[in-house]
C-alpha cells in the first residue's frame, strides 16, 4: 500500500494493527507472568483498591515477565492489592491477595527482595523491586 495515495486508510491501518500486536502482546505477558492463574483466585479486589499505603508506577518480575514501572501496588493490613497500569490492563484484572496467601523465599543475593509465592496458585512467584517490597516487609516478617 503506498500511503501517499490514501492517507487514512494508511494510519487506520497502522492503528489498528498497532492495537492488535499490543492487545496480543499483553495477554501473551498475562499467561507467561501467571498473571491469568493469579487473577482466577485473587481477580477481585473489591473495596481494597482504595485502601492502604500505596506505590505507583512500581516494578516486579512476575513468573518470566518484567513490569519495569508499570504496577500500582498498595499494602494494607488486610493483604496486597496490585494492578497494572491501563493500558496493560487487557488480560491483567486488578488482584487481591489477602497475607495468609503469600509464601516468602529468601533471596540468593543480598540488597535483593526475595520472590513471593502463592499457596492456592502453585508455580507463580513475583519479585518485587526494593522499593516496592518496603512497605511489604512488616507484614511478611521477611
Known amino acids: 500500500m503506498d500511503p501517499t495515495e490514501s492517507p487514512s486508510t494508511f494510519a487506520l491501518a497502522f492503528v489498528l494493527s498497532f492495537v492488535a ?3 496480543f502482546v499483553t495477554w501473551i505477558a498475562s499467561r507467561a507472568s501467571g498473571w491469568r492463574r493469579m487473577s482466577r483466585r485473587f481477580g477481585s ?3 481494597f483498591a482504595s485502601v492502604g499505603e500505596r ?3 512500581t516494578s516486579a518480575q512476575i513468573g518470566w515477565a518484567n513490569y ?3 504496577l500500582d501496588l498498595r499494602v494494607s493490613a ?3 492489592y496490585l494492578a497494572t497500569m491501563w493500558m496493560f490492563r487487557p488480560f491483567h484484572l486488578p488482584l487481591f491477595v489477602p497475607w495468609n496467601e503469600i509464601e516468602v523465599h529468601p533471596a540468593r543475593w543480598p540488597g535483593v527482595a526475595p520472590w513471593l509465592t502463592f499457596r492456592s496458585v502453585p508455580g507463580v512467584r513475583i519479585r518485587f523491586s526494593r522499593r516496592a517490597f518496603s512497605p511489604l516487609r512488616p507484614y511478611l516478617n521477611a
Do not use: E
Open 78 to 80: 488486610s493483604g496486597v
Open 21 to 23: 500486536i499490543w492487545t
Open 68 to 70: 519495569s514501572g508499570a
Open 45 to 47: 479486589p473489591g473495596p
Open 55 to 57: 506505590v505507583r508506577f
